[in-house]
């Protein structure tokens, strides 16, 4: 149980190309999910929790404008990255919370590697 | 959440147990300790976590001080797969925000 999906797994774009990365919950209702990335060689850095329904939040420094999130429902949440360039270049990942557990892991997807050229 | 310390790199043998400490002097009372680890470009997976009691599940187990300034990661019986960086996380009980990443252990698993 607890699987996280995220596609696609890799991407390569154009600059100034949008790219979509959807998060799914497969196994279970997530009413928060978080999204982070990862440049090489770093640690995974928070850049916005998502809300099923309201609008996301963001953490200091990170585009709301370029980075577009979406949770329509309790399963799916998506990443926009907009008009991508070669410093967006990244690993992202999500995160998903189980609402039906008491405890507060957190399960993470396999991630999405964007390459903008 | 409280900031953790924990060593840079440490290497083990296959098979023997694999002890990964971490520093929290600054945790609250209310706050949990939370592992993960991450194998290379994957996404990082849910281990262990625990309030003050010591906590065993079929990965690994959490030994806590009783201060609860420090805790120890095991893996009883490391393999080759075992091989990744181990984040030692702490946060408070609740868990609506997302986690503070440090630079973690990278565990590196020698044949």
């Known amino acids: 149980g607890a699987v996280v999906s995220q596609h696609p797994s890799w991407v390569i774009c154009k600059s100034g190309t949008s790219v979509k990365i959807e998060c799914r919950s497969l196994?279970?209702?997530?009413?928060?999910m978080f999204w982070y990335r990862q440049f090489p060689k770093q640690s995974l850095m928070l850049m916005a929790t998502?809300?099923?329904?309201?609008?996301?939040?963001?953490e200091q420094g990170v585009e709301k404008d370029k980075f577009l999130i979406n949770h329509a429902s309790l399963t799916l949440s998506t990443l926009t990255v907009t008009s991508a360039h070669p410093e967006d270049s990244s690993f992202y990942i999500c995160?998903?919370?189980?609402?039906?557990?008491?405890?507060?892991?957190?399960?993470f997807g396999p991630g999405t590697r964007l390459t903008v050229t | 959440d409280a900031k953790t310390t924990q060593p840079t790199s440490m290497d083990c043998a296959e098979g023997r147990a694999a002890n990964l400490p971490c520093n929290h002097s600054?945790?609250?009372?209310?706050?949990?300790v939370y592992w993960y680890r991450q194998i290379h470009s994957q996404g990082p997976q849910y281990i262990i976590h625990?309030?003050?009691n010591n906590e065993t599940n079929e990965m690994a187990s959490l030994i806590i001080t009783e201060d609860r300034k420090s805790s120890t990661l095991i893996l009883p019986h490391a393999t080759l797969r075992d091989t990744a960086v181990y984040y030692c996380?702490?946060?408070?009980?609740?868990?609506?925000?997302?986690?503070?990443f440090g630079k973690g252990t990278h565990l590196i698993i020698q044949p």
């Open positions: 625990g309030l003050k």
């Open positions: 996380i702490v946060r408070a009980t609740g868990g609506a925000d997302g986690l503070t």
């Open positions: 196994d279970f209702q997530a009413t928060t």
């Open positions: 600054t945790i609250s009372g209310n706050e949990y």
């Open positions: 995160s998903a919370r189980d609402i039906s557990r008491s405890s507060y892991e957190q399960y």
């Open positions: 998502s809300n099923e329904g309201s609008k996301a939040t963001y």
